[in-house]
């Protein structure tokens, strides 16, 4: 199974489109997860309903088997690393975003935390242009 982490940004969609990729090559699942503390309806990066009936659209068309889970009031790191915590679990996919070293240190980065503490792959991946 492949794990995307998925956020409703060029950077989600760049993840979800390389993690149909993997999926395809390693002739196995995709499990996307859009995941919110609970601050949905401030949570840019949070999928709406017409962002997430775009993804079902772009999924059930890839041929592809997923599933496509939006967790609520749980941290996006932790549920990342439960879903790669499983024995079938081969690859997580994620989105990155260039930032400065300041702002890492002030707002800390999903990204570098999922990249140092998931005992397993992580692709890494940037959208082709902005």
């Not at 794990?3 to 196995?28: C, M, N, W």
């Not at 009936?53 to 932790?78: A, I, K, M, W, Y």
């Not at 989105?95 to 240190?105: M, Q």
Request: hydrophobic share 45%; net charge negative.
């Amino acid at each position: 199974m492949i794990v995307v982490g998925y956020s409703a940004d060029p950077f989600g969609r760049a993840a979800l489109e390389h993690g149909i990729t993997e999926a395809k090559l390693r002739q196995t699942t995709l499990w996307v997860i859009n995941s919110t503390a609970g601050d949905a309806y401030v949570d840019a990066t949070f999928a709406q309903p017409s962002e997430v009936h775009n993804v079902e659209d772009r999924l059930n068309n890839c041929g592809v088997e997923f599933e496509l889970s939006q967790p609520v009031g749980v941290d996006t790191v932790d549920e990342l690393l439960k879903a790669m915590a499983r024995d079938d679990a081969e690859l997580l996919v994620i989105g990155i975003r260039h930032r400065s070293p300041v702002g890492k240190l002030l707002l800390g980065s999903v990204s570098q935390q999922l990249l140092l503490e998931c005992p397993k792959p992580v692709l890494a991946v940037k959208p082709d242009a902005l």
